[in-house]
């Protein structure tokens, strides 16, 4: 199996331009998570997907945010327009059935807003 | 909000010596998980606790679950340089959210 594969993985992009970052979760992993890592704020959930469907998004930092997950295998989360507070690496996971099964974590991308 | 605060922050110690972190959580958990993550890795699972007090062990690695189920330890027993990383603890409280501590930070000297 592949694992759960994110693309791309290292990002620059000048402050006010459009970020989109990708996710294809493990086949048969019915919930997505999307997190982004700071050192000053950790590992953050920004939204979780369950079945396609966003179940929470409480995390999501504000408007410029936004994630789709058009179907089982893919999803997206973007940033418009970005800045540089948004400056992180933002990791994608799957698991089976939601938060009480084991999350598998891609290899993130690294975020560099200037 | 649910709280979960992990500590130390960081620990050095010395190849051989024991290490131990600890989560403790504001409210009752309905499970918790341990992930570690390298340096410049993505978090890799390692165990879930679900029972009131459950020990469980891998290889070196001790997790505990306390009997009241609001806090957690991870203890590694003759710390190994391929233990280095940052330990996390993962919690949930049966909502849809998985709270992570901020982690702890371990560093191994040979």
């Known amino acids: 199996d592949a694992g759960v594969i994110q693309s791309p993985r290292h990002e620059v992009t000048e402050m006010g331009q459009e970020v989109t970052l990708r996710c294809k979760p493990i086949s048969g992993h019915n919930s997505l998570f999307w997190y982004r890592q700071t050192m000053m704020r950790g590992l953050e959930l920004l939204i979780y997907f369950n079945n396609n469907v966003p179940i929470d998004d409480s995390g999501m930092p504000e408007d410029r945010f936004s994630a789709k997950m058009p179907n089982a295998s893919f999803s997206t989360l973007k940033i418009q327009p970005s800045e540089p507070r948004d400056s992180a690496v933002y990791f994608c996971?799957?698991?089976?059935?939601?938060?009480?099964?084991?999350?598998?974590f891609g290899p993130g991308t690294r975020l560099t807003v200037t | 909000g649910q709280q979960v605060m992990q500590i130390p922050q960081y620990q050095h110690v010395q190849e051989g010596e024991d290490f131990t972190t600890y989560c403790n959580s504001s409210?009752?958990?309905?499970?918790i998980q341990w992930y570690k993550q390298r340096p410049g890795g993505h978090p890799v699972f390692l165990i879930q606790l679900v029972k009131s007090g459950e020990v469980k062990k891998q290889k070196r690695l001790t997790f505990q679950f306390g009997e009241a189920k609001k806090n957690s330890s991870l203890h590694i027993t003759a710390t190994q340089t391929t233990d280095v990383g940052t330990y996390f603890c993962a919690a949930n409280t049966g909502g849809f959210k998985t709270i992570f501590g901020a982690g702890t930070r371990l560093f191994v000297k040979a």
């Open positions: 996971a799957s698991s089976l059935g939601g938060v009480s099964y084991e999350q598998y």
């Open positions: 409210t009752t958990l309905s499970n």
